[in-house]
């Protein structure tokens, strides 16, 4: 009996809401990080960091957290007046743009400079699917090995930033940063690596400068 095979893409659907998604910020000059990490990182404390620095540097920005259950990250920004909307996948490891679209309707987006995403912990799943981002920042952390760049590439591949957090931890924690740069480089020759600590604020300051700078590209027209 002849039958059809569908051959179309998993990601064909989401892919389609991503480009829905970055023409409208392309039309409203906003830029999107989609921020990538493995559980415990430190992206939530990053957030709660730099958001008040935002703030003070007059950048009109919201946050979409995502996570399995919980609101905790959410409870955490909006406990510093940041607006925040939470995003629960319900167990699904990544979010996807079908989700972020229904977080951006929730958001008062005119106006604004900036939306930062804090995906799932996880640095496989959440590699793969386009949010409609302009751009992915792998978030490492000295707490979890020095080869994981090796180990999950495509987070790697696919991002404009690699921020290194937890570097006040250094003297304690067996982390090879020469190597970790290395495995990075193998991956991404070209990409930027920007060390960090949501403890001490070393190095925060950098990542909040490379943000603004992209910022403005986005406004000039040029992402
Ligand atoms: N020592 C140290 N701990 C950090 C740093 N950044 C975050 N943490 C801690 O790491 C844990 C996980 O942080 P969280 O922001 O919840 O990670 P997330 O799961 O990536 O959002 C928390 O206990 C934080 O206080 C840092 O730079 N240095
Ligand atoms: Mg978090």
Not at 115 to 144: H, Q, R, W, Y
Not at 151 to 166: C, D, M
Request: aromatic share 6%; hydrophobic share 45%; glycine share 8%.
């Amino acid at each position: 009996m002849a039958f059809k095979v569908i051959k179309e893409s998993i990601l064909k659907y989401n892919d389609d809401i991503a480009e829905n998604i970055r023409t409208l910020l392309k039309e409203k000059k906003i830029l999107m990080v989609n921020i990538i990490s493995s559980p415990g990182a430190g992206k939530t404390t990053f957030l709660e960091k730099v958001g008040p620095m935002l703030g003070r540097k007059g950048i009109r920005f919201a946050i979409i957290t995502g996570d399995c259950f919980t609101s905790r990250d959410a409870e955490r920004i909006d406990a510093l007046g940041l607006e925040v909307v939470q995003i629960n996948t319900g167990g699904a490891c990544h979010i996807d743009a079908a989700l972020v679209k229904n977080a951006l309707e929730e958001i008062n987006i005119s106006g604004k400079d900036l939306i930062i995403v804090e995906n799932v912990g996880n640095l496989v799943c959440p590699a793969e699917f386009d949010i409609g981002e302009d751009m992915k920042i792998a978030f490492l952390s000295t707490a979890e090995g020095a080869d994981k760049p090796l180990k999950y590439p495509l987070v790697i591949k696919e991002s404009k930033l690699a921020v290194v957090n937890k570097v006040d931890l250094l003297k304690y924690v067996d982390f090879d940063m020469d190597f970790s740069e290395k495995c990075i480089r193998q991956i991404n020759p070209g990409l930027e690596v920007i060390k960090i600590s949501c403890k001490s604020g070393e190095g925060i300051e950098r990542v909040l400068e490379w943000i603004k700078n992209k910022i403005k590209i986005k406004k000039e027209n040029v992402l």
